[in-house]
């Protein structure tokens, strides 16, 4: 059995930077990176606007140096993933995918989200064979093909933006009629002639047995039906909230997310939320990062304070606990 102070579940931007915070304030974090180790971001190529890097970063560098700037200050990371967590009583418990438990004083929550799928005919069976939610990942194996991608955001524009480099003819596939995307990222890519727009248009099923061979579409105003042959799909429809572990313990709304109250605490006293678990509407790295600091030094607090209340049996003034 482990017992710390201070547990830390995921990493990426939020996670990390909570591991920084913490281990400075020599708190020891232990952080679960999960199975992807640096979140999202690892699955990013160009990031423009993380605040100090004029001429940009690639994301899994970005990681990097997060990561061992967190380490320097003693921070240590197990790549294993929490399977349960126990916050009926303090400390709390939480069990690892090698069975291995764990006692904490105070969690601290940055699973981030995971990619949605269409969830049409046939697109499970063609996971990984010409359907995918990674264009960093597999954009490559396109070259020289016509690939689609399905959405309307920032993510499904910067794929599309990205498999340009490698695809003959990028199709983006929207629902509506428009782009939900930022003016900066549907500027690019209106001004790209290797993207063209298909709008009000919903995929219907993936078409092919071993690999992909096209799309069956719907026209969702004048209702027909065409098939695109494409040897690619990538889908980026969003995101849902890696909050399973937490179900039934603290408060999420409707879309799953961690409800947070003072930026990132939670319902449950001495458990907050940074990053993509609680963040719905901003999702980006530098928002990330700065709910992971608010993280540690709250839990910081948290934790003195306990302390303080545990051994001298007095109340620490300036803090609602």
Same mark, same amino acid.
Request: hydrophobic share 40%; proline share 3%.
């Given at each position: 059995?482990? @017992?710390?102070?201070?547990?830390?579940?995921?990493?990426?931007?939020?996670?990390?930077?909570?591991?920084?915070?913490?281990?400075?304030?020599?708190?020891? =974090?232990?952080? +679960?990176?999960?199975?992807?180790?640096?979140?999202?971001?690892?699955?990013?190529?160009?990031?423009?606007?993380?605040?100090?890097?004029?001429?940009?970063?690639?994301? =899994?560098?970005?990681?990097?140096?997060?990561?061992?700037?967190?380490?320097?200050?003693?921070?240590?990371?197990?790549?294993?993933?929490?399977?349960?967590?126990?916050?009926? @009583?303090?400390?709390?418990?939480?069990?690892?995918?090698?069975?291995?438990?764990?006692?904490?004083?105070?969690?601290?929550?940055?699973?981030?989200?995971?990619?949605?799928?269409?969830?049409?005919?046939?697109?499970?069976?063609?996971?990984?064979?010409? #359907?995918?939610? /990674?264009?960093? /990942?597999?954009?490559? +194996? +396109?070259?020289?093909?016509?690939?689609?991608?399905?959405?309307?955001?920032?993510?499904?524009?910067?794929?599309?933006?990205?498999?340009?480099?490698?695809?003959?003819?990028?199709?983006?596939?929207?629902?509506?009629?428009?782009?939900?995307?930022?003016?900066?990222? #549907?500027?690019?890519?209106?001004?790209?002639?290797?993207?063209?727009?298909?709008?009000? &248009? &919903?995929?219907?099923?993936? #078409?092919?047995?071993?690999?992909?061979?096209?799309?069956?579409?719907?026209?969702?105003?004048?209702?027909?039906?065409?098939?695109?042959?494409?040897?690619? /799909? +990538?889908?980026?429809?969003?995101?849902?909230?890696?909050?399973?572990?937490?179900?039934?313990?603290?408060?999420?709304?409707?879309?799953?997310?961690?409800? &947070?109250?003072?930026?990132?605490?939670?319902?449950?006293?001495?458990?907050?939320?940074?990053?993509? #678990?609680?963040?719905?509407?901003?999702?980006?790295?530098?928002?990330?990062?700065?709910?992971? /600091?608010?993280?540690?030094?709250?839990?910081?607090?948290?934790?003195?304070?306990?302390?303080?209340?545990?051994?001298?049996?007095? =109340?620490?003034?300036?803090?609602?606990?």
């Amino acid at each position: 059995m482990i @017992k710390k102070q201070l547990v830390i579940v995921g990493s990426g931007p939020a996670g990390y930077t909570a591991a920084l915070y913490a281990a400075r304030a020599q708190l020891a =974090p232990l952080v +679960f990176e999960g199975s992807q180790a640096g979140g999202q971001l690892m699955l990013t190529t160009e990031v423009e606007n993380y605040p100090g890097f004029p001429d940009s970063i690639l994301g =899994p560098d970005l990681m990097e140096a997060m990561r061992k700037q967190t380490q320097r200050f003693g921070a240590q990371f197990q790549t294993s993933n929490i399977t349960q967590i126990d916050l009926s @009583k303090r400390p709390f418990t939480l069990t690892s995918d090698e069975n291995e438990t764990i006692k904490a004083q105070a969690v601290i929550m940055a699973t981030g989200a995971s990619a949605k799928w269409l969830g049409v005919p046939n697109e499970a069976n063609l996971a990984g064979r010409g #359907v995918s939610t /990674c264009a960093t /990942c597999d954009g490559f +194996f +396109f070259r020289d093909l016509e690939v689609a991608v399905v959405g309307g955001g920032d993510s499904a524009i910067e794929e599309a933006l990205f498999l340009t480099r490698f695809a003959t003819h990028v199709y983006v596939i929207h629902r509506r009629d428009s782009l939900r995307a930022s003016k900066i990222m #549907v500027a690019r890519a209106e001004a790209n002639d290797k993207i063209s727009f298909t709008w009000n &248009t &919903t995929v219907t099923e993936m #078409v092919g047995d071993d690999k992909l061979q096209g799309l069956r579409t719907k026209n969702l105003v004048t209702g027909q039906e065409t098939l695109l042959p494409v040897q690619g /799909c +990538f889908v980026a429809i969003g995101h849902t909230p890696n909050t399973e572990v937490l179900k039934g313990q603290v408060d999420v709304d409707h879309h799953g997310y961690v409800v &947070t109250h003072n930026s990132v605490r939670s319902s449950v006293r001495g458990l907050w939320a940074c990053g993509d #678990v609680q963040d719905r509407i901003w999702r980006q790295a530098v928002t990330a990062a700065g709910s992971g /600091c608010m993280a540690a030094m709250d839990a910081e607090r948290y934790l003195e304070h306990e302390d303080y209340t545990l051994n001298r049996r007095e =109340p620490l003034e300036g803090l609602d606990w």
